[in-house]
């Protein structure tokens, strides 16, 4: 039996004919969600009942209702994509008895809708809008928008809506901007008005053109057309790397402020959305942008997907975009794996409206999307705000109790505030000789994280030298490392990091499976000093946010690695955080070449630049504006608030960064008149001299340091004592720190290139010429000595594996500031040399240092003492 397709009017049969025609057959969906948007798009009546009609066990819709996007080719042959919803119909009529459904039934209306819509009213779009309105289903503010955006160029009547092929930039506008911002509203309108269906807003509908509704090209607000077809090149050449990914968002304040546009003729500044700007004299500015970012899951690929401009973002906006997003990344053969936002009222109030449940006894880490289909997504929430969260409860509450122990606030703060405390230690005879004393400064390095093995063990340590106030402290260590371990395991940004900072992987799954189970018992069982629950307080989230990320890592492991036949071996753990997109909002910042918000104009300008040198390969800087900063990096200066740096600061403001003013035993390397140290006479003296500048040169790169690694790394250390990363035993001299080898190595390769060009030509020796061309002789003098900081060689995977990381920055920074002090200072003091006796001269005026520790520069509220 020949079948005819169910559209209403349609005269196509599947025989031979259509066929040879290019007309293709395709049945009703077994899925029921899907099922239900295609019976809602053909939208048809039973003629006796008078109600929806329903689809039998032969009904099919033959391909000319469908888009040409909603296909797939496989060579000659091609098939429905997933998903894909019918989408071309003719307009309403009678045809076979049957007819499509009435403007207005029962069960079309909203509760108490006919007490809202007399039957005299004219069903209008302004009609039904406001009967949404009324009925609290659309706010006011809504309303007012697309009524003063759209009165005067929509069609009102039914008669004046034609089919989606032919809808007016007005009309994708007004649909994209209502679906957006409430779709039931939107389904409910749709009921009596021909709106497409929601898939067709992000998808390709071929109308003599390619038009791509919520998308733009040229760096305009939307989706990133360039980005999207640069994704789908890379995933039809078979690159694996580009098969799933993870989704994140973040917003970016604006500064309000409307301008022309000369180029586009039109006024700038409104909200949009990617549908076109909303420039009504009623239509607000916009305040924030969205941005959304694709992050490779096994491959530290990045690609800004797109932004939009809004005024107030509420939850269900931003879950709405991110709905869209997934559509498209699924178009092109993208699977979103997972979705990450910040630990925020709006990220809460976005995972809510997405279906994510936060409630600590049953916890929903993944909704479905497209809805009703079998793929789920995670969630996760920013690590780095979640720390913040839980550094505010530690901080409010003063003190939790956790069964027998109690984590205590002050210790952290005694911590903090700890100054350059001298410690005698007797040492071994000598010879036969009477025992002496050895002289150690116990420092707090400053940049260490708070939540940090570093922290855990100089608690410890400072336990067992018995200072008063860290006793009773074992409560507040376990806290510290426990929090340390979590973060850990959400850090892992390099595939050859192993244990707990490395990727999740088969080998390190039951480990992090059992701490996990250990934190959640842990957080749950948390109280305050009156006994009532934290995770049950309004100081919860941070937990919260923890045992969330904790349960979707968990479920991506089951279901993405352990299967057979998946191609990702190891995730990287850091995708799941912001710091890729952070890394990208840096150098969008440092290209609107302000410190202020920028404006609509400003920032468009300054996206379209980065677009244009985006590059989407694995380990790819998004600009070049931003150096050498690496995803490494963002992720310490993000968490600048959280070091025992901004806690001293915090409790003693008036201790900031405090720049040496004296020049420590300068005299020993300068005779008077004389502008470099070619004249020493004096050489029992040099050594030490060398010794004691390295060792200031060292300070003053450690107040701008906020790498707990970099830092420990520039002073001398005794190997023979526990080594802490957050407690320092520095050796003195004279009041100098002493540096450590490898710093002392530098510095005195950099005194011999020094005294060698000083006595070659009289050519001025200050020009920036002369000292790139120093720098360059210190490197060459370098190259092939013993490595230098052998206590980096762990570090220097934590970062992107590159020639330029921390440990050549180190080398670098050194070299200049010691060229600088010795190349400069003979202009601002006037130095006599005097033999036997050191004598420090201060500097007239603030000592500038050029190009500060890179990306590893702090702010001034992590000061060095």
Same mark, same amino acid.
Request: charged share 20%; aromatic share 8%.
């Given at each position: ?569 190891? &995730?990287?753990?850091? +995708?799941? $955080?912001?710091?890729?997109?952070? /890394?990208? #909002?840096? %150098?969008?910042?440092?290209? *609107? ?77 300068? &005779?008077?008149?004389? +502008?470099? $140290?070619?004249?020493?006479?004096? /050489?029992? #003296?040099? %050594?030490?001299?060398?010794? *004691? ?89 370098? /190259? ?82």
């Amino acid at each position: 039996m020949t079948r005819s397709c169910s559209a209403l009017g349609c005269t196509a049969r599947d025989n031979g004919r259509s066929r040879e025609r290019g007309i293709s057959f395709h049945q009703f969906p077994v899925d029921a969600a899907q099922r239900r948007e295609w019976i809602r798009a053909v939208n048809r009546v039973d003629p006796r009942s008078r109600q929806a009609w329903r689809p039998g066990p032969g009904a099919i819709l033959c391909s000319r209702h469908f888009a040409e996007t909603d296909f797939e080719r496989y060579g000659l042959r091609r098939k429905l994509r997933r998903g894909a919803v019918p989408s071309r119909f003719p307009h309403p009529q009678a045809a076979g008895g049957e007819a499509r459904l009435p403007l207005e039934t029962p069960q079309q209306q909203l509760p108490g809708a006919r007490r809202c819509s007399p039957a005299h009213r004219p069903r209008t779009v302004a009609n039904i809008l406001r009967e949404l309105a009324e009925k609290q289903q659309l706010s006011e503010e809504t309303v007012s928008l697309l009524q003063a955006q759209f009165s005067a160029d929509l069609p009102c009547e039914l008669h004046s809506w034609r089919r989606m092929a032919e809808y007016s930039p007005e009309m994708r506008q007004f649909a994209c901007i209502l679906h957006l911002y409430h779709i039931k509203a939107y389904d409910y309108l749709r009921k009596s008005f021909p709106l497409p269906h929601p898939y067709s807003l992000t998808k390709q509908v071929f109308i003599h053109s390619f038009i791509i509704w919520l998308s733009n090209n040229e760096a305009a607000a939307g989706f990133s057309n360039n980005i999207f077809l640069r994704l789908q090149e890379k995933v039809e050449r078979g690159e694996q790397a580009y098969r799933y990914c993870a989704l994140m968002v973040q917003d970016m304040s604006l500064q309000k402020q409307q301008e022309w546009d000369p180029q586009t003729q039109r006024l700038t500044g409104f909200v949009d959305l990617g549908a076109g700007v909303l420039d009504a004299d009623e239509a607000p500015l916009a305040s924030e942008a969205i941005i959304l970012m694709a992050a490779g899951i096994s491959s530290p690929w990045t690609a800004p997907l797109g932004y939009f401009f809004v005024n107030s973002m509420t939850g269900h906006l931003l879950a709405q975009l991110l709905r869209q997003t997934i559509n498209k990344l699924n178009n092109i053969g993208i699977t979103v794996l997972a979705v990450t936002s910040g630990a925020t009222a709006r990220g809460a109030e976005t995972a809510r409206a997405l279906g994510i449940r936060i409630d600590p006894e049953r916890i929903q880490c993944t909704f479905q999307h497209p809805p009703g289909s079998a793929h789920r997504i995670t969630y996760f929430f920013d690590i780095c705000h979640a720390l913040q969260l839980i550094r505010n409860a530690l901080q409010c509450f003063q003190k939790i109790e956790w069964f027998s122990d109690t984590v205590r606030w002050q210790h952290v703060v005694e911590l903090a505030a700890l100054q350059e405390q001298r410690v005698l230690e007797p040492c071994s005879p000598k010879s036969g000789g009477p025992g002496s004393e050895k002289s150690y400064h116990l420092k707090v390095n400053l940049a260490t994280l708070l939540f940090s093995e570093g922290v855990a063990d100089a608690l410890e340590h400072l336990q067992k030298l018995g200072l008063a106030s860290f006793q009773n402290c074992s409560g507040t260590v376990k806290f510290v490392r426990l929090m340390s371990h979590l973060c850990d395991i959400f850090n892992g940004r390099g595939p050859y990091r192993r244990g707990l900072k490395g990727p999740l992987l088969a080998g390190n799954y039951t480990k992090i499976s059992h701490l996990f189970n250990e934190a959640k018992s842990f957080f749950v069982t948390l109280t305050d000093s009156v006994g009532r629950y934290i995770i049950k307080s309004k100081r919860r989230l941070g937990f919260l946010s923890f045992l969330l990320n904790a349960e979707s890592l968990k479920w991506l492991y089951t279901n993405y690695m352990c299967p057979e036949g998946i191609p990702s071996h190891h &995730l990287l753990t850091y +995708a799941f $955080s912001l710091d890729p997109l952070e /890394l990208f #909002l840096r %150098a969008l910042q440092q290209a *609107c070449g302000s410190s202020r918000s920028p404006t609509c104009t400003v920032f468009q300008a300054a996206y379209h630049k980065l677009l244009a040198s985006c590059s989407l390969a694995p380990g790819s800087p998004h600009s070049g504006g931003l150096g050498r900063t690496s995803s490494l990096d963002i992720s310490l200066s993000r968490k600048r608030d959280l070091t025992l740096g901004s806690i001293r600061a915090q409790y003693n403001p008036a201790h900031g960064r405090t720049l040496a003013t004296e020049y420590p035993y300068c005299a020993g390397l300068l &005779l008077h008149g004389a +502008a470099l $140290s070619n004249a020493l006479t004096d /050489l029992s #003296l040099h %050594a030490q001299s060398v010794t *004691c500048t390295a060792g200031f040169v060292a300070e003053q790169l450690a107040s701008d340091l906020q790498c707990e690694a970099c830092l420990a790394s520039l002073f001398e250390s005794d190997e023979s004592r526990l080594r802490c990363g957050s407690v320092l035993y520095i050796k003195k001299l004279g009041g100098v720190s002493l540096p450590s080898a490898s710093v002392y190595h530098i510095t005195s390769i950099s005194e011999q290139v020094l005294n060698r060009c000083g006595k070659v030509g009289d050519g001025n020796k200050n020009t920036k010429l002369w000292h790139l061309s120093l720098e360059q002789k210190v490197f060459q003098e370098l /190259l092939g000595e013993s490595l230098l900081f052998p206590t980096l060689t762990n570090h220097l995977f934590d970062g992107e594996l590159c020639i330029n990381n921390h440990y050549t920055i180190l080398v670098k920074e050194i070299t200049r500031c010691y060229l600088n002090i010795r190349t400069n200072h003979a202009k601002h003091l006037n130095l006599n040399y005097h033999c036997g006796k050191h004598r420090l001269k201060r500097l007239k005026g603030r000592h500038l240092f050029p190009s500060p520790l890179g990306s590893c520069q702090s702010s001034q509220t992590h000061a060095g003492s």
